[in-house]
């Protein structure tokens, strides 16, 4: 292992250190504050070191990648929730939130499943055993399309662009799988799923609310969406509230990622993905639009709908979204450190082989 990659994980081991220390002390200090702006400023100091100070120890993207959208997405949000007593880490709720689920749900791209959703015990078991499938048939893709980018020198630009697409969706996925996979057996807590197969989506609405990772429209919904929405039905009414609001929330998605591409790549932003997720949002409040207009009356056949919504994702994403990760060699970086924590592995399981047969021979 070189010196680089031994001081990013040194840096790494220090960040989440501090993250831990700084929600421990949100957990025994801020909590005891009576919620609003006093609550806020006690926290304001967490809020600033996980927006401008932890995310810059980091370079790169697998493991820096994580840690800024664990941190400065979804622990700032949550803890601006908090501030206000709401949200998962809310002090209010009955029984009172613990220590380790205070710490966990805070950073972790991770929702609790509600009991009354739970399918039957004697088919909870054949579920998980159909996750499982499916996660490991996703990660023998994600391997084949690991040795395509071998001969990207012989693909289209744009068949790479589109190539991007899938290989982002399986890497999202597989990471928030494994993340909530190790939560769910440290505390034995039962977890939503983080993606629902969005390339079944029916609609935009579908697939960016219900299919596509999930823990960013579980944050941003009572964070932007419901206060947007409260103050637009005092303006336009209750029917065209959703309107300003979904455009919002996109608008607030669209600004977070380009603070995690800067991040990622150092590289100020061109505002490209702050305009694909505005289009995105854009044509959710369209379709909201015509579905109130229409009262439910008209509505596509899923094998027309769902390729026209995916098609729709994956022209605007390869048109808009990727090009930002083309630009600070996103796919490249991420390869490269793939293929180092690979042969780290073969160089240390080598080595104990080598350990073994000195043991036995002498």
């Known amino acids: 292992m070189e010196e680089n990659d031994e001081n990013e994980i040194k840096n790494f081991i220090k960040v989440w250190i501090s993250a831990f220390i700084s929600l421990t002390y949100c957990y025994f200090i801020p909590m005891k504050i009576p919620k609003g702006k006093f609550r806020f400023l006690s926290i304001l100091p967490v809020l600033y070191l996980f927006t401008f100070i932890l995310p810059f120890k980091l370079t790169t993207i697998s493991l820096g990648g994580g840690t ?25 709720s009955n029984p009172p939130i613990s220590y380790s689920k205070f710490i966990s749900t805070s950073c972790l791209p991770i929702k609790l499943k509600n009991p009354s959703s739970n399918p039957p015990k004697k088919n909870q078991s054949q579920l998980q055993t159909t996750t499982t499938t499916n996660l490991a048939i996703k990660g023998l893709i994600l391997g084949l399309l690991t040795i395509i980018y071998e001969h990207k ?48 989506s029916a609609s935009l609405q579908d697939f960016w609310g219900h299919r596509w990772n999930l823990m960013v429209p579980n944050i941003l919904k009572p ?38 591409f800067f ?34 009356k008209w509505r596509l056949h ?41 042969g780290f592995f073969k160089e240390a399981g080598t080595t104990l082989k080598w350990l073994k047969l000195l043991v036995f021979n002498v």
């Open 68 to 92: 800024a959208f664990f941190l400065t997405w979804l622990a700032n949000f949550n803890l601006i929730l908090f501030s206000i007593d709401k949200g998962p880490l809310s002090s209010s």
């Open 153 to 200: 020198q012989i693909i289209h630009q744009n068949l790479m662009l589109v190539y991007y697409c899938c290989y982002l969706y399986l890497c999202l996925e597989l990471l928030l799988a494994i993340v909530a996979a190790m939560v769910s057996k440290l505390l034995k807590l039962d977890l939503e799923p983080q993606f629902n197969e969005p390339f079944l």
């Open 223 to 260: 964070t932007v969406y419901d206060p947007v929405r409260y103050v637009s039905v005092a303006v336009i009414g209750r029917r065209w509230a959703p309107l300003p609001a979904t455009l919002s929330t996109f608008l607030v998605s669209g600004l977070m990622h380009e603070l995690i």
């Open 263 to 296: 991040y990622f790549g150092r590289v100020y932003p061109t505002w490209e993905v702050t305009c694909f997720f505005l289009l995105q949002g854009i044509c959710v409040a369209l379709e909201i639009l015509v579905k109130k207009l229409a009262n439910g």
């Open 302 to 342: 899923p094998v027309i709908s769902r390729p026209l919504t995916v098609g729709f994702v994956l022209v605007t994403a390869v048109w808009l979204f990727f090009p930002q990760v083309v630009r600070f060699n996103g796919i490249d970086r991420v390869s490269n450190e793939v293929a180092a924590v690979v």
